[in-house]
């Protein structure tokens, strides 16, 4: 089982749909969550952090925490062709591992 | 904005080539870190760094060493390169662990 696991997608959705990237991990001790996005081509780019259950937001992305379940979470709303990328999930477990991501297509 | 710097961004180079791949930050950031990612693939942690004269390696094994004298500076070398080497190198940065900072990449052919 990997440490950090994420479905590779590809994700598929309309401009202007909410995109809902998932992912697990299974260190219960890790203590904070990262989502980067990578752009084909590009280098990762950090876009959201969490620390805490719960959500956290920032303009069109929300992160969702859930410690109990093992379970983090990125909702994009509004999604746009722009948002088309690559988005990769990273838990600090004393080191940050990453997941292999999960390949979103906003369609227009 | 991360100021993050490799150079060289492209290099073709023979087997058996000795190389240095450079990385530099301004931020003033203790841990520095080298991964490597193949295309459509995973991000693979080869070399880390949390401050000078302090370097560990990874989890993907690699035939790289690194060092760090300066706190800004983190190159990683291949002794003598080979086909197997062939990958994109990125080198990113950070203050607080997890939120880490990307250069642009250096993508190595080795013929």
């Known amino acids: 089982q990997k440490e950090v696991e994420q479905n590779s997608g590809p994700l598929s959705v309309p401009e202007g749909a909410i995109a809902s990237l998932n992912c697990t991990y299974s260190d219960r001790g890790s203590q904070s969550f990262f989502w980067y996005r990578q752009y084909s081509g590009k280098s990762p780019e950090l876009i959201m952090s969490i620390y805490s259950n719960g959500d956290k937001e920032d303009g069109r992305f929300t992160a969702q925490l859930n410690k109990a379940s093992q379970y983090v979470s990125l909702l994009i709303r509004d999604s746009q062709p722009s948002d088309s990328a690559t988005y990769l999930c990273a838990a600090n477990t004393g080191k940050l591992i990453f997941g292999q991501g999960t390949t979103l297509q906003v369609k227009p | 904005e991360a100021d993050i710097y490799q150079t060289p961004r492209y290099l073709v180079i023979g087997t058996g080539k000795k190389i240095t791949l450079e990385c530099s930050q301004t931020?003033?950031?203790?841990?520095m870190y080298w991964y490597q990612q193949d295309p459509g693939m995973e991000l693979h942690l080869i070399h880390y760094s949390y401050g000078v004269n302090s370097t560990e390696k990874g989890d993907l094994s690699s035939e790289s060493t690194v060092s760090r004298i300066r706190t800004e500076h983190f190159p990683l070398t291949l002794e003598s390169a080979r086909p197997s080497h062939t990958s994109q190198y990125l080198c990113?940065?950070?203050?607080?662990?997890?939120?880490?900072?990307f250069g642009p990449g250096t993508r190595l052919t080795v013929t």
């Open positions: 990113a940065s950070s203050e607080v662990e997890g939120e880490q900072y």
């Open positions: 931020m003033g950031h203790d841990k």
